[in-house]
């Protein structure tokens, strides 16, 4: 058994007591991540294969809960064609393409799935009381439609704002269901059997994610024109998705609604998770610690985001499979293809242990991506964005369950809103520092000050070394912390 991190905010829960949590979008990645299985997972690698498809085999649950499930199943099998053409390096492809925006608008592009990520607490609390489904379907039917306003949107810069727009509103949406939904399943699904009920809806997630982007990028670059029909078609689609959603239902709700109609409303609602998340980081030095190191890991990453999709987009003029193959699709599935090994690694090490070997991983493919942004080359940036998508699936999982091994029990949904508080934050400025160090700025006079802010020619390529410098000082700082754990 790894040691485990002193920690005063509680004392580190074993192992085989680790428990998923509420799924929440990812800053680091702007899906939800199953969480893995609590029993360790040792041997050969095919012996963490056999595992890890042993977690995708059908659980055992009740027939009520069985029934929902299956609702949910054929959910996944359209709503996430919706969710693929609201990613970034899906739209950002087209805000660049077709309405030619400027640098900035792909950094907001970039930055949208963060809001959501700070939506998070306030959907939280306008869901106490209310039935979770129709509450939830709600969101969904809002989110399909905003979708659905893309497939009308005109020509001309009004068009290309009113594309950020809807996907804005589209990714707020987004954030309220994955963090109501979440509560469906804890509500439906038995904890022994939770981890496999997510794991195969999200493997069905990313699945067709990243097939519906691949097919999205083919049928563009054979019809640039008719990116609006692809948007029609995505949401008339996730619209079934909603009508099968609808039907699922949670056991026992009422009693469940009935506990939190009598619990006191908080106040607040915004500030609180700010003094509760101050509060947590100042009384538990080492969980302070591992988020200062995620913190700069993270801006690493999605510093770089908007950048690259102005490069491969835009300066290298890629086709549109090209575009979102590097920009969305590559990570995406190769986060898939490896989830299942970094889940066996994970199910047997501390979280700082696996922090400190596994962010090298991605030190290594912002290097690779830089060496072949320097050069133009799409090839080495595939290659880096490749080694990116192997990084992300064990960052989704360590994004997920990281603070688990700092956690008491009880405490565990507060340290798991520090964590989204956080990765919302850095959501909110990277993508746009990255890309204002990426293009620079004139000179400009500061009205009323008689200054001059001198002009920046920006950092071009370097930009993403910049960001391999961040990413990995947080690196280092995971290898410090793994090594005063150990001693």
């Not at 306008?126 to 659905?148: C, D, E, Q, W, Y």
């Not at 067709?208 to 990116?227: K, N, R």
């Not at 979280?351 to 050069?375: C, D, K, M, N, P």
Request: proline share 6%.
């Amino acid at each position: 058994m790894p040691r485990r991190l002193p920690s005063t905010g509680g004392a580190p829960i074993p192992m085989n007591d680790r428990r998923t949590t509420p799924s929440h979008d990812d800053g680091e990645n702007s899906i939800p991540s199953p969480g893995s299985s609590s029993s360790p997972i040792s041997g050969s690698a095919g012996g963490r294969w056999r595992r890890a498809a042993a977690r995708l085999t059908r659980p055992e649950i009740e027939p009520a809960a069985l029934r929902s499930y299956r609702h949910e199943q054929r959910t996944q099998l359209v709503l996430p064609i919706a969710s693929a053409l609201t990613e970034g390096g899906f739209i950002g492809v087209i805000a660049d393409k077709v309405y030619h925006v400027h640098p900035g608008v792909l950094a907001l592009i970039t930055a949208a799935p963060m809001f959501g990520l700070l939506s998070s607490f306030v959907w939280a609390q306008l869901a106490l009381g209310r039935r979770k489904v129709p509450f939830t379907a709600s969101l969904m039917l809002l989110f399909v439609g905003a979708v659905a306003a893309v497939a009308m949107l005109p020509e001309g810069p009004v068009g290309g704002w009113l594309l950020v727009t809807s996907m804005i509103a589209a990714r707020l949406m987004l954030g309220g269901i994955i963090t109501i939904r979440s509560l469906v399943w804890t509500f439906n699904y038995p904890r022994e059997a939770r981890a496999r009920v997510t794991s195969r809806l999200q493997f069905l997630t990313m699945s067709v994610m990243t097939l519906t982007s691949l097919a999205g990028g083919v049928f563009l670059d054979a019809h640039p024109e008719s990116f609006r029909s692809v948007y029609a078609v995505g949401a008339v689609l996730a619209a079934l998705g909603v009508l099968s959603f609808s039907r699922v239902r949670i056991i026992d709700e009422q009693a469940q609604l009935d506990r939190e109609r009598m619990e006191p409303k908080q106040p607040g609602t915004v500030v609180a998770p700010l003094l509760s998340a101050w509060s947590v980081l100042r009384e538990d030095r080492p969980y302070a610690n591992y988020q200062a190191c995620q913190f700069l890991l993270g801006v690493s990453n999605m510093m770089i985001e908007a950048p690259l999709i102005y490069l491969v987009s835009h300066e290298l003029q890629a086709s549109y499979t090209t575009s979102i193959a590097l920009t969305l699709a590559i990570p995406l599935g190769f986060s898939l293809l490896t989830l299942p090994l970094w889940a066996g690694y994970l199910d047997r090490v501390h979280i700082s242990e696996f922090r400190a070997r596994h962010s090298w991983i991605w030190v290594v493919a912002q290097a690779i991506t830089w060496y072949g942004a320097i050069h133009g080359s799409l090839l080495w940036i595939g290659v880096g964005r490749l080694l990116l998508g192997m990084g992300r699936g064990g960052g989704a999982l360590a994004w997920q369950l990281g603070h688990n091994d700092f956690a008491r029990p009880e405490n565990v949904g507060l340290y798991m809103g520090v964590h989204v508080t956080l990765t919302g934050v850095r959501g909110a400025f990277a993508p746009f520092l990255g890309m204002l160090l990426y293009v620079g700025w004139a000179s400009a006079e500061l009205p009323g000050l008689g200054l001059r802010v001198p002009g920046f020619e920006g950092l071009g390529a370097h930009t993403i070394g910049l960001a391999c410098l961040v990413g990995s000082l947080g690196a280092v700082g995971y290898w410090q912390l793994h090594r005063r754990a150990s001693r």
